[in-house]
């Protein structure tokens, strides 16, 4: 039986206001919604249609963090994942991503599986990381920014399009690996009302617990070496000018701004 794995995040709605701490260390997120990493979600589609495709399998979701974490599993689940595991800490918002992909693969060396499935990057840090580093602490091959995929179960090769700089290309790896789902790879379902009431009867097991560890044994996680300096939101943009006047003289105009203002010509 075919087994793939998701790794999913908890991360705050980008539609919500997100206000930096007077500490300016940390972010002021009471009252905001989270919601499942949308570059995690094309990962858990793609997991099911694999299983679909194939008639068989099973797919399991994994999500390191605070209770938030499981809320997102509880998606998942809905949308038609077979298993959801919470991997228990405090919260994993001070965590590096080096010490988050340490953490999932201590969980993941343990588990039975084909294939590996995550989100491109995390839409809150941005930082693109744990994917590679996952595979990286696995001995596994990556291929991120993947936007199709294609897998033979039984040559044991994913065969995948990823973007580059410039363009895509065809780059195909030996099973089991770790695959970087990009935005265009699917269209995500909706989670049917059944779905829904099936994920909130169903028991998800919590693994670990407490804050993170020194890392000293396997069952503890990765210890962050992560320190906030500092926070500060994005400084505002200046507005817009429209130049007025014939359209040779708002050329020159144009160009002048750009070389002595914005200095790019």
Same mark, same amino acid.
């Given at each position: 039986?075919? #087994?793939?794995?998701?790794?999913v #995040?908890?991360?705050?709605?980008?539609?919500?206001?997100? &206000?930096?701490?007077?500490?300016? %260390?940390?972010?002021?997120?009471?009252?905001?919604?989270?919601?499942?990493?949308?570059?995690?979600?094309?990962?858990?589609?793609?997991?099911?249609r694999?299983?679909?495709?194939?008639?068989s @399998?099973q797919?399991?979701?994994l999500?390191? @963090?605070?209770?938030?974490?499981?809320e997102?599993?509880?998606?998942?689940?809905?949308?038609?994942?077979?298993?959801?595991?919470?991997?228990?800490?405090?919260?994993?918002d001070?965590?590096?991503?080096?010490?988050?992909?340490?953490?999932? /693969? &201590?969980?993941?060396?343990?588990? !039975?599986?084909?294939?590996?499935?995550?989100?491109? !990057?995390a839409?809150?840090?941005?930082?693109? *990381?744990?994917?590679?580093?996952?595979?990286?602490? %696995?001995?596994?091959?990556?291929?991120?920014?993947?936007?199709?995929?294609?897998?033979?179960?039984?040559?044991?090769?994913?065969?995948?399009?990823?973007?580059?700089? @410039?363009?895509?290309?065809w780059?195909?790896?030996?099973?089991?690996?770790?695959?970087?789902?990009n935005?265009?790879?699917n269209?995500?379902?909706?989670?049917?009302?059944?779905?829904?009431?099936? /994920?909130?009867?169903?028991e998800?097991?919590?693994w670990? @617990?407490?804050?993170?560890?020194?890392?000293?044994e396997?069952?503890?996680? *990765?210890?962050?070496?992560?320190?906030?300096?500092?926070?500060?939101?994005?400084?505002?943009? *200046?507005?817009?000018?429209?130049? *007025?006047?014939?359209?040779?003289? &708002?050329?020159?105009? %144009?160009? &002048?701004?750009?070389r002595?203002e914005? #200095?790019?010509?």
């Amino acid at each position: 039986m075919f #087994k793939t794995i998701v790794c999913v #995040k908890a991360v705050p709605d980008t539609s919500s206001p997100i &206000r930096v701490r007077t500490d300016r %260390l940390t972010l002021e997120l009471e009252g905001i919604p989270w919601v499942m990493n949308p570059y995690d979600e094309y990962a858990v589609e793609e997991a099911l249609r694999i299983k679909e495709r194939e008639g068989s @399998g099973q797919v399991i979701a994994l999500s390191l @963090g605070d209770p938030r974490a499981k809320e997102v599993l509880r998606i998942a689940l809905s949308m038609g994942v077979d298993e959801a595991v919470h991997i228990s800490a405090s919260t994993n918002d001070g965590m590096d991503s080096q010490s988050i992909a340490r953490s999932l /693969a &201590r969980v993941i060396s343990d588990m !039975q599986f084909d294939l590996i499935l995550c989100g491109r !990057q995390a839409v809150d840090w941005d930082s693109a *990381q744990v994917p590679s580093a996952l595979a990286e602490f %696995l001995d596994l091959p990556h291929i991120g920014m993947v936007t199709k995929l294609k897998v033979d179960v039984v040559g044991r090769m994913v065969h995948a399009l990823r973007q580059v700089e @410039g363009g895509s290309e065809w780059v195909e790896a030996a099973l089991p690996c770790v695959i970087g789902a990009n935005k265009g790879l699917n269209e995500p379902r909706y989670p049917s009302l059944k779905g829904i009431l099936a /994920a909130k009867k169903k028991e998800i097991p919590e693994w670990g @617990g407490g804050l993170p560890g020194n890392g000293a044994e396997k069952g503890e996680l *990765q210890a962050s070496r992560l320190r906030i300096l500092s926070l500060a939101p994005p400084p505002a943009r *200046q507005s817009g000018r429209v130049l *007025q006047g014939e359209v040779s003289d &708002r050329v020159r105009e %144009l160009v &002048r701004l750009l070389r002595e203002e914005a #200095k790019v010509v």
